[in-house]
């Protein structure tokens, strides 16, 4: 049986990148000359596990690279070199080319050795330097034991019975024991079951190995530290005391190994190891969600409750499958129980797998710290970042379009929004400013808010921006929103100074453009003096949404459940036509502007008159606006199929859905069209005058 190690490189890469945020979160809260010793055995073990899984995959640069990472760490968790800003600096920096390493080694695209060379080098002149803490003198009896012995070692080796299905293997370990010393082993084959009953995956064989040679104990030590919690084991130097690495008892095989004196030749030595399933299991911890990762991990439970989901759908199509074997009218009710009992299973079935691919947005905001760290020292700035509702989930192919409009937003306010210290304090303020991510429900959508207590947004110059490009006129009585949009325009800036963190008006427009592409929205609000807000509206969803079905002429359209404010019957008096032909409805206190559908997408209506027809009144893109229908239909859940994909894109709808009698429907997108009769009623003006 072949076995394809792509998946387990696979699985190994995404682990390590895990690993690296591990360290990464762990280096940015350490502080000079403080260093906790849980917070550097997780960045060592993260370390460590790089380096020997690198080593089996034949990643021979990273683990090179990493094993100069790992001998400084493990210098400082043994206490023998002190935590300093530039240790911090440059773990950071080899966070980073592994990172990089990781991603090419993925992808297959070029890596910046140069980068490499230069970081490596700055660990290998670090080693070289003298410790900052003095190692005692006086070496204690663990300090003895590791040093090389004289004459040797002598090990006992049981692997439990499961300790090959967790992807160790014993001619491994005995290939790294060969690479160090002259190794002589010797199998105790009393536990060898007859072959009738023998289960190849079951390790049944145990070992006496002796180790000659300038070997230390920590080098065995380091062997035999992925099986840890697999196997029975004892490690003796000859001549010295026994040292028992796992706290379970251990059955001496000596005699038992005299009997059958049946010697294994070591194998070519090699540098290969796998990490146990127990090690990386607990070893896996919170990642980001980014484009090229492919997986989704699904806790046990949801699997549970999918596995008992699909049990009651096999019975309740079992039970429709004998009413139509031999139906008749007096079977009719129970045809009713049956497809209603499949309604609501197939609504459940859904809303769990939808569950599978929601996950919390803090896979979004983890690199956010490392970025905020690096620009605050770039721009000598002091700024907190605060993140807050990292544990309000999103649909995974949301999160991933969504991070680098993030980015843009956090940028921009490190930027723009926070002053320098000595402004800061000019203004009254604390010389460290507040960058805060917050995350939450409201009704069907996410919002996420990206807020500073920086300077606010200057008014006046973006207008005068915005009017020395022509995009306003100094006549114009415009709103801050108004105002603020003009932010979102191609190529609009209004920094003094190009630098490579801004000031080129590259991104803004992008952000946008992508929020939209989601069906979301941004609003922005400032205080002058006092910070900006900049908020983002996105469905929770790109899959399915609620939908309520509406009729224009013989087309049936849909629109988001969410979007909705009331739908009402018109009535004539209260509605105003302006010049250019555009309508408006009072509703209380506001002013609507009505939309007609069938006007908008050139179809032939039941009737023009606006009182036999339906007002829908919409809210999209911080809107609002009534569309006028023919009538409403039923409301349902769909499916939301890409238009642009399996059509082009049309202005106006956001997708399409297949309805239970077959027919395509389309899906308005509202923002879409209350821009599209925005615009319209402006050519119409343009052309009145």
Aim: glycine share 8%; aromatic share 4%.
């Amino acid at each position: 049986m072949s076995i394809d190690m792509e998946q387990f490189k696979a699985t190994f890469i995404e682990e390590s990148l895990e690993g690296l945020d591990i360290m990464e979160s762990v280096l940015l809260e350490m502080q000079p000359g403080e260093a906790d010793a849980e917070e550097v055995d997780n960045i060592f073990r993260a370390a460590h596990s790089i380096k020997g899984g690198s080593a089996t995959f034949g990643f021979s640069d990273i683990s090179n690279f990493t094993h100069v990472v790992e001998t400084l760490l493990d210098q400082i968790r043994a206490g023998e070199r002190e935590v300093t800003q530039e240790a911090i600096n440059l773990f950071l920096s080899s966070v980073d080319c592994i990172r990089d390493m990781l991603a090419g080694a993925q992808e297959g695209f070029d890596i910046n050795f140069e980068q490499v060379a230069e970081v490596k080098a700055g660990l290998d002149r670090m080693l070289g330097s003298a410790p900052e803490a003095a190692v005692p003198a006086e070496a204690g009896p663990e300090t003895q034991e590791d040093t090389p012995a004289a004459s040797g070692w002598k090990i006992i080796f049981k692997p439990f019975p499961d300790m090959l299905r967790s992807g160790n293997d014993v001619v491994r370990l005995f290939r790294e024991l060969a690479d160090m010393g002259e190794m002589d082993a010797v199998v105790d084959l009393e536990g060898l079951p007859a072959l009738a009953d023998m289960e190849p995956e079951e390790a049944c064989l145990n070992w006496g190995v002796t180790l000659s040679g300038a070997v230390s104990r920590e080098q065995i030590d380091e062997v035999f530290e992925w099986v840890e919690g697999d196997c029975e084991l004892s490690i003796t130097a000859i001549g010295g005391d026994e040292a028992v690495l796992v706290e379970t008892p251990v059955e001496s095989v000596t005699e038992a190994a005299a009997a059958n004196p049946t010697p294994v030749q070591a194998a070519p030595a090699t540098r290969e190891r796998r990490t146990s399933n127990d090690r990386r299991q607990g070893d896996r911890r919170k990642s980001r969600s980014s484009s090229e990762n492919s997986s989704i991990r699904v806790g046990i439970d949801k699997v549970d409750a999918l596995i008992n989901l699909v049990g009651e759908l096999v019975i309740t199509q079992s039970m429709l499958g004998q009413l139509g074997e031999d139906f008749s009218m007096d079977k009719v009710e129970r045809l009713k129980d049956g497809l209603a009992e499949l309604e609501r299973n197939t609504r459940e079935l859904q809303e769990n797998v939808m569950s599978i691919r929601m996950l919390p947005i803090s896979f979004a905001f983890n690199r956010f710290p490392r970025m905020v760290h690096d620009l605050c020292g770039k721009l000598e700035k002091k700024i907190e970042l605060k993140m807050s509702g990292e544990q309000t989930e999103l649909d995974k192919t949301v999160m991933e379009k969504i991070g680098d409009p993030l980015v843009h937003l956090v940028r921009n306010a490190v930027d723009h929004g926070i002053e320098t210290p000595d402004k800061r304090l000019a203004a009254g303020k604390s010389e460290t400013g507040t960058v805060h991510l917050n995350a939450y429900h409201q009704g069907g959508n996410i919002l996420i808010e990206i807020s500073d207590d920086g300077a606010g947004l200057n008014r006046e110059r973006i207008l005068a921006k915005a009017i020395e490009r022509g995009l306003a006129n100094s006549g114009d009585n415009l709103s801050d929103a108004e105002i603020f949009d003009f932010l979102f325009q191609p190529g609009f800036s209004t920094a003094d100074v190009v630098s490579d963190v801004s000031g080129r008006g590259v991104g803004m427009d992008v952000v946008k453009r992508n929020i939209t592409a989601l069906g979301g929205a941004i609003d922005v609000e400032s205080r002058p003096g006092n910070g900006s807000t900049f908020t983002i509206r996105l469905p929770l969803t790109l899959a399915i949404l609620d939908g309520q079905l509406v009729r224009v002429g013989e087309q049936t359209f849909i629109i988001p459940l969410v979007s909705i404010i009331e739908s009402l019957q018109v009535e004539p008096v209260r509605v105003n036509a302006i010049a250019g032909s555009a309508e408006l409805y009072k509703l209380r206190d506001d002013y609507l502007p009505i939309i007609r559908l069938y006007d908008a997408f050139g179809l032939k209506p039941d009737s023009t008159n606006l009182e036999d027809g339906l007002l829908v009144v919409v809210e999209g893109h911080g809107q609002q606006a009534g569309l006028l229908v023919d009538d409403l239909l039923a409301q349902q859940q769909v499916v939301i199929k890409s238009l642009e994909t399996n059509f082009k894109k049309v202005v106006g709808i956001s997708g399409a859905t297949i309805l239970g009698d077959g027919t395509v429907a389309l899906i308005v997108d509202i923002g879409g069209i209350i821009e599209l009769s925005h615009n319209g009623s402006k050519r119409a003006n343009s052309a009145a005058a």
